[in-house]
């Protein structure tokens, strides 16, 4: 249990910075009714570490179908939802609050999956030997910075793009000439196009997924994959 309280503490930590910080953040965003959207998406880290314990788990045993699964349901309750959710409030409520209500759809895909992982969870456990009081190993760190390293080093670039995106392409289509609404219209276009890039990332992140329980094992593995990771990322496309 000390992984999940380590996940949790980190969660808390990142929900109470956001929170607190909504309002400046969306300022800078150069919206200031982004702020209740902003609020809304920081839950999410009250529920990710219970989601990152049972997947944790079932990765660490090799039954990464269960992973698999609970992803695409997460993700099928939250694109119906945000489907709903956006029909509903283009016709009959403010623009805003699509941003909102899409974070609680969001919210409610993690929630289905954890309770799902929770089901399996306890029909599994009986054929491992857990512990709740069970020590970290001195490898903790070691594995899960390798395990971050492998899974997400793409990803995350692709994640900081956006946050740039987000703090500066408005005000930067606002100083090119385009009005404020214009300059936003403009960027929920551009948007689109991040879907494509994220086909390829999900891909080539779960395929990184399924392989970190085998590369925890060999030293000389996990530096091979980190080489390869670092090569196909690099390379001239």
């Known amino acids: 249990m000390g992984g999940f309280y380590w996940l949790f503490g980190l969660g808390f930590i990142i929900f109470l910075g956001i929170w607190l910080s909504s309002d400046f953040l969306s300022s800078v965003m150069g919206d200031a009714s982004l702020a209740p959207s902003i609020k809304a998406a920081s839950l999410m880290f009250l529920i990710i570490p219970f989601t990152a314990l049972f997947r944790g788990f079932f990765q660490s045993v090799h039954l990464t179908e269960y992973v698999a699964i609970s ?22 409520l403010p623009i805003y609050s699509i941003g909102v209500l899409t974070s609680i759809a969001t919210i409610i895909g993690a929630v289905i ?9 306890r029909r599994k456990k009986t054929a491992y030997k857990l512990s709740k009081h069970q020590k970290l190993k001195g490898t903790f760190v070691q594995s899960l910075l390798i ?16 946050v740039v ?31 494509m890039v994220q086909l390829g990332l999900v891909i080539g992140s779960s395929l990184a997924l399924a392989l970190i329980p085998a590369l925890n094992k060999d030293l000389n593995q996990q530096l091979l994959a980190l080489k390869w990771t670092f090569y196909y990322h690099y390379l001239p496309h």
């Open 71 to 92: 992803q695409v349901v997460e993700q099928m309750v939250r694109v119906f939802g945000i489907i709903i959710v956006t029909i509903v409030a283009v016709n009959h």
């Open 113 to 121: 999956a954890g309770l799902w992982l929770t089901l399996m969870f």
């Open 147 to 162: 395990g971050i390293a492998v899974y997400s080093i793409t990803y995350v670039l692709h994640l900081v793009l956006q």
């Open 165 to 195: 995106d987000v703090f500066s392409l408005v005000d930067l289509l606002r100083k090119y000439g385009l009005a404020f609404e214009e300059a936003k219209i403009a960027k929920g276009v551009f948007d689109r196009s991040h879907s």
